[in-house]
């Protein structure tokens, strides 16, 4: 496997951001990723209050509507296959998973017991189409960026994983890095991670003269315009 550009360290620092301000930071450092690589669809935060999560995606697909025409030992051996490629990292992950039903969210994959699985596995929450549950029993600590919460998990079952994967409007790749908190996820391209915290304090510099200039008492259109040309002047 090559050597990535970016250690444990610099995903976990990512962390002290929210999404939106990763993706303005994305604008400076990866302009062509402008409008494209995030989620365009609401998700259901199971915590919203939880901080935000980073780490490399670990991408499947489910459905749940109907059994999935293989043997109970077939399908006990996709769910361990499923379990095995999660833990294969040294590296904090993320759950990126596409529900193939059409309505999405039929029935949960999530849940007790596969949020406290997956976080004992090294996974740090997921991002899914699909829907939850158990919302009050879940894994401390574990966010769930859902599409629905629901009662059942019906059928559901592992179809594949490793492939690329569309949540949302967000295509993902294994490994990619994947930020996410309560307002959605964002692919960050792998060039991009370490460049982003100067990225972000150039945003926030920018910000800061704007801010400031709209909380005064004297604040009308002019100050705006001073406030403007001034933050196009920080570098």
């Known amino acids: 496997m090559p050597e990535r550009p970016f250690t444990r360290a610099d995903l976990d620092l990512l962390r002290r951001w929210d999404t939106p301000t990763i993706c303005n930071a994305l604008e400076l450092v990866a302009p062509a990723r402008r409008g494209r690589g995030f989620t365009l669809q609401p998700f259901v935060a199971a915590d919203p209050s ?10 499947g697909q489910i459905r ?26 040294a590296l904090p992950t993320i759950v ?17 017991v596969n949020s406290n699985v997956h976080k004992g596995l090294g996974v740090q929450g997921c991002v899914t189409n699909g829907s939850f549950r158990d919302i009050d029993m879940l894994a401390p600590g574990f966010q769930i960026l859902g599409g629905m919460v629901n009662p059942s998990h019906a059928h559901v079952h592992i179809v594949d994983f490793g492939r690329d994967v569309i949540v949302h409007g967000m295509p993902c790749t294994h490994d990619d890095v994947v930020h996410a908190d309560r307002h959605g996820a964002v692919v960050i391209p792998a060039d991009a991670v370490r460049q982003l915290p100067a990225a972000i304090e150039l945003c926030a510099r920018r910000e800061k003269v704007i801010l400031d ?8 259109i002019e100050r705006l315009r001073e406030a403007l040309a001034a933050a196009d002047e920080i570098h």
């Open 50 to 59: 939880l901080p935000p999560i980073c780490g490399l995606a670990r991408t």
């Open 64 to 89: 749940a509507a109907a059994p999935s025409g293989r043997t109970r030992e077939q399908d006990r051996a996709a769910r361990i296959g499923w379990y095995e490629y999660v833990a294969d990292s």
């Open 96 to 112: 990126v998973i596409e529900d193939l039903d059409d309505p999405p969210g039929f029935g949960a994959f999530w849940g007790e």
């Open 213 to 220: 200039m709209a909380k005064r008492d004297d604040f009308n």
